[in-house]
């Protein structure tokens, strides 16, 4: 009887103890697994990626020439005075030119005229001398004008300079750099965009300033073309001091915005092109609605190219200034767009958990 009981308590322990396993067990397994199924559906989108250029190095350009666009001021006011062009001689021992001073013409004295008294001669000479002060005077003052219309037109050149190409060349001389950012989400309706880009990152040289600066055109153009189906925004230009912190800020914001792709599916980046196939969206993802593109731009402004962009009208003046950007200004480019796959958008919920900084246009 004894061991009966003994058995007993034996085999209640027992599935006591293999029930307490599978309760602890069983539901962590099921859950992890319901982790691993949530995960995989919501994976993130395709994303595109295309651009090239540096801070490290000045942009290339063609430097203005710096000669004088004129003569200097000892040759323009005597060179023209035909007394000079007559009257100048050169020392061919390399000596100075010596400019004799001109005289007017001699008066005649006509002594039937003036009886030919002394009297007549001496209103003569006084007329001689008259005529040569008269002379001296009129070369001075045409000396002084010329040399004041050439004071005039050098610092209108030097104005013109500065305010057109002498700040120019300031910015592009020193170390001050602009890093800006535009991000526009389009509505699943501009999925012709989606093609666009990717063609247009594919036959672009990014290696060179002029492939660069026609990417830049090209996509702020394509996205100029569909202001209807524009929807959230992001904009923001920073002046930075120096090219190397310039450059950590233009990687930081693209590691950012590459992190929120689930696969580069097309990469161009310093003319180096990379596909990847294979991707394919979840067919159970919710209904497609949204394509966010993102342009990150360094440029040798010294000051921000926008502020902050909240209407339509502010967001196209950003992307026209992006547009017409001069070539010798660009330094760094970056185009991203997600989703690249023609197949794949993102749906809303996706556009309030990866880019929760957008505002509604």
């Not at 929120?260 to 161009?268: A, D, G, I, Q, Y």
Request: glycine share 8%; proline share 4%; with cysteine.
């Amino acid at each position: 009887m004894g061991h009966s009981k003994l058995r007993r308590y034996c085999a209640i322990a027992t599935s006591t103890l293999l029930a307490g396993t599978l309760t602890i067990h069983l539901p962590t397994e099921s859950t992890q697994l319901r982790l691993t199924i949530a995960s995989e559906a919501s994976a993130r989108s395709s994303g595109g990626r295309s651009g090239g250029g540096s801070f490290r190095s000045s942009p290339s350009r063609s430097s203005p020439s710096k000669s004088s666009p004129s003569r200097s001021s000892g040759s323009s006011g005597f060179n023209n005075s035909p007394s000079y062009q007559r009257d100048r001689y050169y020392n061919g021992g390399g000596g100075p030119v010596i400019v004799p001073v001109p005289v007017g013409p001699g008066v005649y004295n006509d002594p039937y005229r003036n009886n030919g008294n002394n009297n007549g001669n001496n209103n003569g000479q006084a007329s001689t001398n008259n005529s040569g002060i008269g002379w001296i005077v009129a070369l001075f003052f045409i000396g002084v004008s010329a040399i004041v219309v050439f004071g005039l037109v050098f610092f209108v050149f030097k104005a013109m300079r500065n305010n057109g190409g002498a700040s120019g060349t300031q910015e592009l001389d020193n170390d001050i750099v602009t890093v800006s950012k535009i991000q526009v989400a389009l509505l699943a309706e501009a999925r012709e965009i989606q093609s666009e880009l990717t063609e247009l990152s594919l036959e672009v040289d990014t290696d060179t300033s002029e492939g660069l600066l026609q990417l830049v055109q090209e996509a702020a153009l394509a996205l100029l073309r569909m202001p209807e189906n524009w929807s959230h925004v992001l904009a923001d230009s920073q002046t930075v001091k120096s090219r190397e912190d310039a450059q950590a800020l233009f990687n930081k914001l693209s590691i950012v915005e590459r992190s929120k792709f689930s696969v580069e599916t097309l990469t161009n980046v310093g003319g180096r092109v990379n596909k990847r196939d294979g991707f394919k969206p979840d067919p159970e993802e919710g209904p497609a609605s949204y394509i966010v593109v993102t342009l990150l731009v360094g440029t040798a402004h010294d000051k921000q190219l926008f502020s902050q962009i909240r209407t339509q009208e502010d967001l196209s003046q950003a992307l026209e200034r992006l547009a017409s950007l001069p070539s010798d200004y660009l330094m760094a480019f970056e185009l991203l767009w997600s989703p690249q796959e023609s197949s794949d958008s993102l749906t809303y919920d996706e556009l309030l958990t990866e880019y929760t900084e957008m505002v509604q246009l």
